[in-house]
């Protein structure tokens, strides 16, 4: 049986809060249709995310991927920093 490696999910966003040893709070926005009027509206999600080596500040734009469960509420580590704050 051959094993393959499932994909995991990734997502772009803006670090919200980097108060946490090894965690950051990165801000997810997504843009949607409304089903009925047809706008498009901004909807944002927060998720805490491992970061290792404590290298991602506030405003940095960040590649997160989903991860077992590290804690209660981190499900997503930090694969990468796209772009750095000011």
């Known amino acids: 049986m051959n094993a393959e490696k499932k994909s995991r999910r990734t997502v772009i966003g803006t670090v919200a809060s980097d108060k946490m040893e090894k965690t950051v709070v990165v801000k997810v926005v ?3 249709q ?4 047809g706008k ?3 909807r944002q999600k927060q998720y805490m995310a491992h970061d290792e080596g404590n290298s991602c500040k506030i405003g940095d ?10 804690s ?6 930090v694969r990468g920093i796209i772009e750095k704050a000011l």
């Not at 409304?34 to 009027?37: G, N, T």
């Not at 209660?72 to 580590?77: A, D, I, L, S, Y």
């Open 30 to 32: 997504r843009r949607v």
């Open 61 to 70: 734009k960040i590649l997160i991927e989903e991860y077992r469960p590290l």
């Open 34 to 37: 409304h089903p009925i009027y």
């Open 72 to 77: 209660r509420h981190k499900r997503w580590v």
């Open 40 to 42: 498009y509206m901004n």
